[in-house]
């Protein structure tokens, strides 16, 4: 693929924030976004040069905005693969389909980590209830059971306690087939972001520590705490990942870091991915903009951090109350979604504090940098 020239139009297959991140980014290096979303004015469509209302598995709407732009990508998961195929038969894709099928399915996500030799945890498909008893057999309890389809930010997933918890778990937890997970007695979670062109070139970003709360990610650390040693192997495996699916675009690969200082890769998501926000502050070229670059066939630079940074995500009306006191705040780098209802568990905005290299602070450091975003003290102790 030759490097699309400056003024093209980069389609958006989503509006959402990441749709919206990666518009201004592509604005950046020159080129205008089109955006395909059902949403007139969504947090993507308030920035971009052109867009399409429709569906994502309507074919008459696919085809108008196919027709007019040069190349496409996507910026969530939960779309038709049936209409990406189509998109595919008429204007470049990436990433392609094939990778977008096997990130939205659990069960295929976990079998190609298998055939490629990549570590995962425990797993058993449960199609049937008689499934779920041999999964509780082979994995033991607790374990995890998952929709293998549309579940994030905690959602489409439960516990498994005990064989009092089976019955209401397989009921409830739609559509079947399901997939059982082993818990994993992790450390921490870690992050991978890792951009690949059509040559073959790989950059990967520093390995980022998460931490959750309610089920969505609350805060990203930059660089994870974790050896040096562990922090190569995690990118070897995103770039192993990466080279494995013929990847063109951007990946961010999740993973859990075992008490016993293994890792296990949980998931894979082609796109950008909310633990790479810090880069917008703390890299020279963000996630966004590498993801853009990998698109359009522009060269990959080196993925350099200059800076350490924390993340902290705002959700909900909770956090946007506090949107005043974030605006007094100078060192908090916030970015805004655009988004007019601040609903409970929606991603509103995040923000980014930056740190001289190598001086990522603390526990107390980290919530006196949050300022009035720290966690609240336990009134309990």
Known sequence: MSMLPPGSVLGIVGGGQLGRMSAIAAARLGYRAHILTTEADGPAAQV???????????????????????????????????????????RPVHPAGAIL???????????FMGEHGIPVAPWHAVESRADLDRAADVLGYPFILKTT???????????????ADLDHAFDTLRPHPLVAEGMIRFACEVSVMVARNERGDVSTFDVTENRHRNGILDISLAPARIS??????????????????GLVGLLGVEMFVDHDGSLRVNEIAPRP????????????????????????GLPLPP?????????????????????????????????????????????????????PLGSLPGEFGVDAALG???????TNS
């Open 149 to 163: 389809r549309l579940g994030y930010d905690g959602k489409g997933q439960a516990r498994i306690h005990s064989p």
């Open 228 to 245: 040096p040693d562990l922090a190569a192997q995690a990118r070897d495996l995103a770039r192993r990942i990466a080279t494995a699916l």
């Open 303 to 355: 993925a350099i951090r200059h800076s350490d940074a924390v993340m902290k995500n705002l959700i909900g009306p909770d956090d946007m109350a506090l949107w005043p006191d974030i605006m007094a705040t100078p060192h908090l780098l916030a970015h805004h979604y655009g988004k007019a209802e601040a609903r409970p568990g929606r991603k509103m905005g995040h923000v980014n504090v930056i740190f």
């Open 48 to 90: 971009a040069h052109a867009v399409t209302l429709g569906a994502y598995d309507d074919h008459d709407a696919l085809r108008r905005f196919a027709g007019a732009v040069d190349v496409i990508t996507f910026e969530f998961e939960n779309i038709s693969a049936d209409g990406l195929d189509l998109l595919s038969s008429l």
């Open 273 to 296: 991915h909310n633990s790479g926000h810090w880069t917008m502050n703390a890299c020279p070229v963000d996630q966004f903009e590498m993801h853009v670059r990998a698109v359009t």
């Open 101 to 111: 099928r096997i990130s939205q399915d659990r069960i295929a996500e976990k079998s």
């Open 372 to 378: 009035p975003l720290a966690a609240p003290a336990d």
